[in-house]
């Protein structure tokens, strides 16, 4: 087995969370496709730092995972806010200024 | 003598194991995360795939993130989602059914065509020369050789990163800070709004639940003297929810009053 077939499933669950993104209309299931997004790239990152023999990917998915932990605070707040407002955590609904 | 057979970049088997089973396993938890209907599911796939994310981690001499994988992910960003969830409504399923018409099909088009492209770009990329490994540079360890990055060479985007963080902390704060409207009541206020109100009948508090003797629990309303029953003994989040019992059920004509006796 080769290091790199973790890059592959990296890809994949990549690909996989990119489709939720567009797919799914609940705006919590959006933002966990988003974090599984964020985790696949940080798989590739560990791999390549592994494939390299040095630890600066490592950091960079430390630096990826406090800045998703950030994403994911202020993000579930906006959530909050717009369902206090409109009653729904459906990202179709939000389309005001469509109209 | 024994042999690992362990050329660099080639795994050892044990880690080809691991890698056989979990990686189906997490592209299939993964694909669930968009098939399920209810967002809690989901979020407990999701969980899932962090888990099996962190084990590779730590499969790939990446201990510290592996930890830090399962503490910040599973723990806290996880446990911030089911919060939210429950916040918004747990039972807030989507519905399946595309808005946008045509949006599915040239999604999953998107999608097969981006990772096909990914796959195939990974399997034709060569570097020239196999993977080095990482026993040398945890050599000291790999959280001391983390640190040993984090605060030489990388200290500026590490306290940029911790500003980031506090700022995050902040917004969240103002954005879920709701201003009140109106002042709070004050005791006396209740205590007034009680006894002038439109009857007397519920001054001296809402009856309990229960049919005595019969069925004693909440989700059965009390009857009133005249065998009516009374509506707001019941919680009001119960009745909304349908989880109210019929009285009925429990009423002296329906129940078999005959003593058996006991042997």
Same mark, same amino acid.
């Given at each position: ?31 966990? =496709? ?35 932990? =950030? ?29 | 003598? /024994? ?27 993964? $694909? ?13 796939? !999701? ?32 446990? /911030? ?7 918004? *409504? ?27 492209? !990914? ?17 040398? +540079? ?6 001391? *050789? /983390?640190?040993? $990055? ?21 917004? +969240? ?53 005249? *065998? ?9 989040? $119960?009745?909304?929810? *349908?989880?109210? /019992? ?18």
């Amino acid at each position: 087995m080769d290091a790199s077939n973790y890059l592959y499933i990296s890809a994949l669950l990549f690909t996989i969370g990119a489709v939720g993104v567009v797919v799914r209309r609940n705006a919590i299931v959006v933002f966990m =496709c988003i974090e599984l997004m964020l985790n696949a790239a940080n798989l590739s990152f560990v791999t390549f730092s592994r494939i390299n023999g040095d630890l600066d990917g490592q950091v960079m998915a430390f630096f990826t995972m406090v800045v998703a932990a =950030c994403e994911v605070v202020v993000g579930l707040a906006i959530i909050v806010t717009i369902y206090r407002s409109r009653r729904s955590a459906s990202v179709d609904d939000a389309s005001l200024l469509k109209r | 003598m /024994l042999q690992l057979a362990l050329e660099v970049g080639q795994t050892a088997k044990p880690e080809a194991v691991m890698f056989w089973i979990l990686g189906p396993l997490a592209v299939v938890a993964a $694909l669930g995360m968009l098939l399920v209907k209810k967002a809690v599911h989901s979020a407990i796939l !999701m969980a899932f795939v962090m888990i099996i994310l962190a084990i590779f981690y730590i499969a790939q001499d990446a201990a510290f993130l592996g930890i830090v994988q399962i503490v910040v992910y599973t723990g806290a960003v996880m446990m /911030l989602f089911l919060f939210i969830l429950m916040l918004v *409504g747990v039972d807030s399923s989507d519905s399946l059914t595309e808005t946008i018409r045509g949006l599915r099909p040239i999604a999953i088009t998107a999608a097969v065509g981006f990772g096909g492209l !990914m796959v195939s770009l990974l399997g034709h990329a060569t570097l020239g020369r196999g993977a080095v490994g990482l026993t040398q +540079a945890n050599a000291d360890g790999n959280v001391q *050789g /983390l640190a040993q $990055l984090l605060f030489s060479t990388y200290v500026w985007p590490f306290e940029v990163v911790s500003s980031l963080l506090i700022t995050a902390a902040l917004g +969240a704060m103002v954005l879920a800070h709701q201003q009140r409207t109106s002042t709070r009541p004050t005791q006396r206020q209740l205590s007034i709004n009680r006894f002038r109100g439109d009857s007397l009948g519920t001054a001296a508090g809402l009856p309990g639940p229960g049919v005595y003797a019969r069925h004693n629990a909440v989700d059965v309303p009390a009857l009133l003297p005249d *065998g009516t029953p009374a509506a707001d003994s019941v919680n009001a989040t $119960l009745s909304a929810r *349908g989880d109210m /019992l019929d009285y009925k059920k429990f009423d002296l004509s329906e129940v078999n009053t005959k003593v058996e006796e006991e042997k």
